[in-house]
């Protein structure tokens, strides 16, 4: 087949023996599909010495997630994954910057130890009230605690 100039196959380079992987983005918190995919070549799977965050690139120096430069390679040359959890969905961002009004209105992020999940306690309550003054923390200022048994536990249980 003879290539046109400027024509889209001529303008990629494509290796010929690593072909391009899809990958579907998903939510970095419910992991629902976003909508968005990727085509991706081959890249290196790193990750970062300081907070750990996992990563797929070519040629990456600083980590996405830290601004860490100190970046050590797992594998080379790996296959995209099916799945990337990339940012979040729109429905995870709105219930985000709603938790993040009840903070500052006086409210307490929580993180379940157990399973990870992340809420809110609502402003006013005994618990948000009495872990603000534990902890000297005056709204609008962000605190949180970690909890033990979260509502997502509870209901699994």
């Not at 889209?8 to 010929?16: C, D, M, P, T, Y």
């Not at 430069?69 to 940012?87: C, D, F, H, M, Q």
Request: proline content about 6%.
């Amino acid at each position: 087949m003879k290539e046109q100039k400027g024509s889209l196959r001529s303008s990629l380079h494509l290796q010929e023996q690593k072909a391009f992987g899809v990958s579907m983005v998903v939510c970095e918190r419910c992991k629902k599909p976003t909508g968005e995919i990727l085509l991706l070549g081959p890249a290196d799977h790193f990750v970062c010495n300081d907070c750990g965050t996992h990563g797929l690139g070519k040629g990456r120096s600083v980590c996405s997630r830290c601004g860490s430069t100190s970046l050590s390679i797992v594998e080379r040359n790996v296959v995209p994954p099916k799945y990337i959890a990339n940012g979040f969905c729109k429905e995870c961002k709105a219930e985000l910057a709603h938790h993040d009004a009840l903070v500052r209105q006086g409210g307490v992020y929580w993180k379940c130890q157990k399973c990870g999940s992340t809420g809110v306690v609502q402003p006013g309550t005994l618990p948000a009230l009495t872990t603000r003054h534990r902890l000297g923390i005056v709204a609008p200022k962000p605190c949180g605690m970690v909890i033990s048994c979260c509502p997502v536990c509870a209901k699994a249980a």
